[in-house]
């Protein structure tokens, strides 16, 4: 379904920043923001995932985010 920023059933927030350049997603699902975070690390991004309490992950955390 259709999601915009800010909406409350996000629990998942990502960053991904490189170069000056800044790009972030909102996901419901804790599997899909995980999934594409590993890929935009795996490309030399530095990401971000702040979960629904404002935690924080980097990219070397994304284990235990996965398993919280």
């Known amino acids: 379904g259709a999601w915009r920023e800010g909406d409350a059933a996000l629990a998942y ?3 991904a920043e490189r ?4 790009y972030s997603f909102a996901r ?11 890929v935009w ?3 030399g991004w530095q990401v971000v995932i702040t979960d629904a309490d404002g935690k924080s992950y980097t990219s070397s955390e994304f284990d235990q985010f996965a398993a919280a």
């Open 13 to 15: 927030k990502m960053i």
């Open 28 to 38: 419901e699902s804790r599997l899909l923001i995980l999934a594409k975070a590993r």
């Open 19 to 22: 170069d000056n350049t800044k």
């Open 41 to 43: 690390a795996s490309e």
